[in-house]
């Protein structure tokens, strides 16, 4: 449970995040500033390394607890920025007022969502038996 737990978050953000923005919709949108597509290239980049990353640690080292917790941010952050988007102007709507959702529930939020459950639950369970994730 633990490896499927934590594969599966990376999958959704080192690859499904980066194939669904690099396009015309995120990395290559007219309207942003270049400002702006260097954060979200960097974002790309730098959770696409720390998948990578986790990946080696799990499938390599063995080794589950760096990758649960690097992982719980990587979603987790997600989950806040999602929470927190009317402080900041942010939404997850295309500019002709579009969304991405599955069962009327934002893809981010539906995938993310479950990942970090999972990976919780996985943190959890560690704590209450005491022993290393």
């Known amino acids: 449970m633990k490896n499927f737990a934590i594969t599966f978050s990376v999958i959704l953000y080192a690859v499904i995040v980066p194939y669904l923005e690099?396009?015309?919709t995120h990395v290559f949108n007219p309207d942003w500033t270049p400002h702006v597509r260097i954060h979200e290239v960097w974002q790309l980049l730098t959770n696409?390394?720390?998948?990578?990353?986790?990946?080696?640690?799990?499938?390599v080292k063995k080794e589950t607890k760096i990758s649960t917790i690097l992982s719980l941010l990587?979603?987790?952050?997600?989950?806040?920025?999602?929470?927190?988007q009317e402080y900041y102007g942010g939404s997850m709507k295309y500019l002709?007022?579009?969304?991405?959702t599955l069962f009327g529930i934002n893809i981010g939020v539906l995938g993310f969502g479950l990942a970090f459950?999972?990976?919780?639950s996985i943190m959890l369970k560690s704590a209450t038996k005491n022993n290393e994730i």
């Open 22 to 24: 690099i396009n015309a």
């Open 48 to 59: 696409s390394g720390i998948g990578i990353l986790c990946l080696w640690l799990v499938w």
């Open 74 to 84: 990587i979603t987790g952050g997600f989950l806040l920025a999602f929470i927190l």
């Open 96 to 100: 002709d007022g579009s969304e991405k």
């Open 117 to 120: 459950l999972m990976l919780l």
